[in-house]
């Protein structure tokens, strides 16, 4: 991988990202106003679409991570899972956003709220920005969906190839050569 410009092609845009963060944060606002949710992010991918998103939805929430492995350097999930980091706080009673970057074969989202659900909290929702049912391999089911994308390598926009590209502003197919 020489990480030359040649390697990503634009799949979309930082508009469309802006529009579909601020469509899901309506869509959340409404449901949760008042419950004081808790938002949890799946660290590393989720942070950009967290951020973005908890600003937008403006209405009081608490934040947390937690820190899961699936992929290790490669470009395909390894298919174990592994807690790296849990929470720092009690789920019981509370309302709970999962926040993902992107749905899968539907393993990492499936395992970690299935993970949530057994720390007794009030409820349990999913939030992807983006899905690939073409990879579906565990049905899961997300409650405030961004895009469907189709069954390419995703880097930017907090997705990464080997922890590379997070930083870029759209989000790019990696055409590996």
């Not at 991988?1 to 508009?15: A, H, Q, T, V």
């Not at 909290?121 to 073409?134: F, M």
């Amino acid at each position: 991988m020489n990480n030359s410009p040649s390697e990503l092609k634009m799949l979309i845009d930082r508009k469309q990202i802006a529009a579909t963060v601020k469509k899901l944060a309506e869509e959340i606002r409404r449901d949760y106003d008042g419950l004081n949710p808790l938002a949890v992010g799946i660290l590393k991918g989720s942070f950009v679409f967290l951020a973005d998103l908890v600003r937008a939805i403006e209405i009081p929430m608490q934040v947390d991570f937690v820190k899961l492995s699936s992929y290790g350097s490669g470009t395909r999930s390894a298919g174990r899972i592994t807690v790296l980091l849990d929470l720092n706080c009690s789920l019981e009673g509370r309302h709970v956003l999962v926040v993902e970057d992107i749905v899968d074969t539907g393993l990492t989202t499936s395992f970690l709220c299935n993970y949530l659900k057994q720390k007794s909290p009030a409820s349990v929702r999913l939030c992807s920005l983006t899905s690939k049912p073409s990879r579906r391999v565990v049905d899961i089911k997300i409650d405030y969906l961004g895009l469907e994308v189709p069954d390419k390598f995703l880097v930017g926009y907090g997705l990464d190839c080997a922890e590379k590209y997070r930083n870029l502003p759209d989000i790019c197919e990696f055409q590996e050569e």
